[in-house]
């Protein structure tokens, strides 16, 4: 698959943003300075997907630009938040589950078709 010189920059410049807000371990969590280490915890103990894996499954699902990643622990359960720009400039933001990659909820417009791979990307 090849992909527009813009969306290489897009996905160059998400992966550099992401890459140096999340390394050493890939994952980070806002605000508090421990939190980094327990999401980092969660991810060696299996606890959250790899979020290679979750970005590879919401490109798959639910095709667009994704612009804004989070982990968080919402209720006891880590969750994934994403934020993504569908063809036609819709925002989509979607709840993972951050375990198993579940939705969890979905806000945007159209969300019945969102999730039906039916865009190319």
């Known amino acids: ?3 527009s010189a813009a969306r ?3 996905t160059t410049g998400l992966l550099a943003g992401l890459a140096t807000v999340l390394l050493p371990w890939g ?3 806002a605000d508090e300075p421990a939190d980094h280490e327990r999401a980092r915890r969660a991810l060696e103990a299996g606890e959250v997907m790899p979020l290679r894996k ?3 499954q919401v490109e798959r699902d639910y095709p667009g630009e994704i612009i804004e990643v989070e982990l968080e622990r919402e209720d006891g359960a ?3 938040e994403l934020k993504l720009i569908r063809k036609g400039g819709d925002v989509l933001e979607l709840e993972l589950d951050a375990r198993d990659g579940s939705l ?4 945007g ?3 019945r078709a969102a999730g039906q791979g039916a865009e190319a990307h």
Request: glycine share 4%.
């Open 27 to 29: 994952l980070a969590v």
């Open 104 to 107: 969890r909820g979905i806000r």
């Open 8 to 10: 290489r920059r897009l």
């Open 109 to 111: 417009r159209d969300v």
């Open 54 to 56: 979750v970005l590879e």
């Open 1 to 3: 698959m090849r992909f």
């Open 78 to 80: 880590w969750v994934y």
